[in-house]
Nanobody, 120 residues
């Protein structure tokens, strides 16, 4: 099993910054990728950023140049640095981990979600 605990989030003014962190525990060695989804009220959940076990990263176009995903292997933590925040970034952000349950079978664990509100 892989357990995820998120931290960070909160209320920030437009143009401000926030940093989200996601600490993983359990079967760390079986993780293929981690990242962040977000879900705004009335909208579908969307993938924001991903980092694979090999270090490959990907961000959706709407956050490129503003958000950066990174990982701290020593802390088993994945971070999302969010700069130049906009009101449309307001959402609940969920950390996820895709990992190998057993040979040939992958599954996903989720964090509890953290609210990010961008408002003046």
């Amino acid at each position: 099993q892989v357990q995820l605990v998120e931290s960070g989030g909160g209320l920030v003014q437009p143009g401000g910054s926030l940093r989200l962190s996601c600490a993983a525990s359990g079967s760390i060695g079986s993780i293929n990728a981690m990242g962040w989804y977000r879900q705004a009220p009335g909208k579908e959940r969307e993938l924001v950023a991903t980092i694979t076990s090999s270090g490959y990263t990907n961000h959706i176009d709407s956050v490129k140049g503003r958000f950066t995903i990174s990982r701290d292997n020593a802390q088993n933590t994945v971070n999302l640095q969010m700069n130049s925040l906009k009101p449309e970034d307001t959402a609940v952000y969920y950390c996820y981990a895709n990992w190998n349950l057993r040979i040939g079978v992958q599954t996903t664990s989720w964090g509890q979600g953290t609210q990010v509100t961008v408002s003046s």
